[in-house]
C-alpha cells in the first residue's frame, strides 16, 4: 500500500537537500534514504540519525536490474513518494511509468532555463540577472517535467559558479521541504 506522505529521498553525494528535507519534514515522514552510490556522505549522516538506508552501486549494473531493486525496497517500505536530491542517475522509462508523478527533483535553475549541469555557469555566461532552483515532477525528460514550485536568488556582480551556487543552495533548503509538503497532500 502506497501512502504519498511515507517518503523515499535518493540521493548521489553529499546530500544538503535531504538534510533539509529531513529537518523539515512537516506533513510527510522519511522513511528511507536510497543512494546508488554506497559511499555517498549522505549516507553517513542519515545512518547517524537512524534513518534506513539502501544503497547498491549502480556501476556496471543493468539499468533496469538496479532498478527492479530499488522498486522492491521501496514497496517494501510502503513509499508512496520519491524525492530525488543530487541523484545522479536516470531512472528508466518502466520505472517511471510505476511511479508516474509520484517522483519530484530539485534543479538548480529556473526551469526551463538550463536543463542539465552546470547551471550556474550557464547562468553567468548568459548575463543573467536572476537564477534560482526549481522543484519539478520526474518524467522521462531530462528536468522537463510540472514546475512544482521555484525560487528567486540575485546574481550579484563578481559571482562564480561556486558563489551563485552557495546562494542557489540556501533557497533550495527553503524550497524543497516546502513544496513536498504541499505535494504529499495530492
Ligand atoms: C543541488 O544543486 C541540486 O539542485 C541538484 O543537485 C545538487 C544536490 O546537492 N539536483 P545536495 O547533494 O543536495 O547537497
Known sequence: MRD?????????????????????????EVVLIASNKPHAAGLDWARARGLPT?????K?????QWDRALAEALE???IGTMALAGFMRILSPW??????GRIVNIHPSLLPKYRGLDTHQRAIDAGDAVSGCSV??????????????????????GDTAATLEQRVLAAEHALYPRIL??????
Do not use: C
Not at 60 to 64: A, L, P, T, Y
Not at 181 to 186: D, L
Open 76 to 78: 517494501d517500505h510502503g
Open 60 to 64: 556496471g549494473v543493468d539499468k533496469e
Open 136 to 157: 519539478h515532477l520526474v518524467t522521462e525528460d531530462l528536468d522537463a517535467g510540472d514546475v512544482l514550485g521555484s525560487a528567486e536568488v540575485p546574481i550579484l556582480p
Open 4 to 28: 504519498p506522505r511515507r517518503v523515499a529521498i535518493l540521493i548521489s553525494g553529499r546530500g544538503s537537500n535531504m538534510r533539509a528535507l529531513v529537518e523539515q519534514a512537516a506533513g510527510y
Open 54 to 58: 539502501w544503497a547498491w552501486d549502480s
Open 95 to 100: 520505472f517511471i511509468a510505476q511511479w508516474r
Open 181 to 186: 509538503s504541499e505535494f504529499v497532500k495530492q
